[in-house]
Nanobody
Framework: QVQLVESGGGLVQTGGSLRLSCAASGSIFRLNTMGWYRQATGKQRVLVASITRSGAANYADFVKGRFTISRDNAKNTVYLQMNSLKPEDTTVYYC???????????????WGQGTQVTVSS
C-alpha cells in the first residue's frame, strides 16, 4: 500500500500564497505521475495539476500562470505552489500518485486525505 500525507493547507487572504506538500510512503518501487486535484462540496473532483516522473507538468486552465507543481523524486514528494489565490480557489485539495509497488505487478492510483484551502476576500 501507499500512504499519501498532505500538508500546507490553511487560510490566506486574496492574492496570497500557499505551498502544499504531499509525501508518499509505503512499499513503493516507483512513483509515476503525481498530481493535485480539488473538489468542492457537491461537485466532481477535478485536476488542478499533474507532473510526470521526468518533470513534465500539466495544468488546468483556471490555475495556469498562478500555480506551479514540482516534485522531489528522492523524497517521494510532490508540491503545489499556489500564488495569486482567489476566493474561488477555496476547497479541499487532494494529492494523487500512480505507484508501482514492490509487491504488485500493476501500478495503481492512490489518494491522500485532502487538505483544506480557504481564501478570504
Amino acid at each position: 500500500q501507499v500512504q499519501l500525507v498532505e500538508s500546507g493547507g490553511g487560510l490566506v487572504q486574496t492574492g496570497g500564497s500557499l505551498r502544499l506538500s504531499c509525501a508518499a510512503s509505503g512499499s513503493i518501487f516507483r512513483l509515476n505521475t503525481m498530481g493535485w486535484y480539488r473538489q468542492a462540496t457537491g461537485k466532481q473532483r477535478v485536476l488542478v495539476a499533474s507532473i510526470t516522473r521526468s518533470g513534465a507538468a500539466n495544468y488546468a486552465d483556471f490555475v495556469k500562470g498562478r500555480f506551479t507543481i514540482s516534485r522531489d523524486n528522492a523524497k517521494n514528494t510532490v508540491y503545489l505552489q499556489m500564488n495569486s489565490l482567489k476566493p474561488e480557489d477555496t476547497t479541499v485539495y487532494y494529492c494523487s500518485a500512480n505507484a508501482l509497488l514492490t509487491v504488485a505487478p500493476i501500478p495503481q492510483t492512490y489518494w491522500g486525505q485532502g487538505t483544506q484551502v480557504t481564501v478570504s476576500s
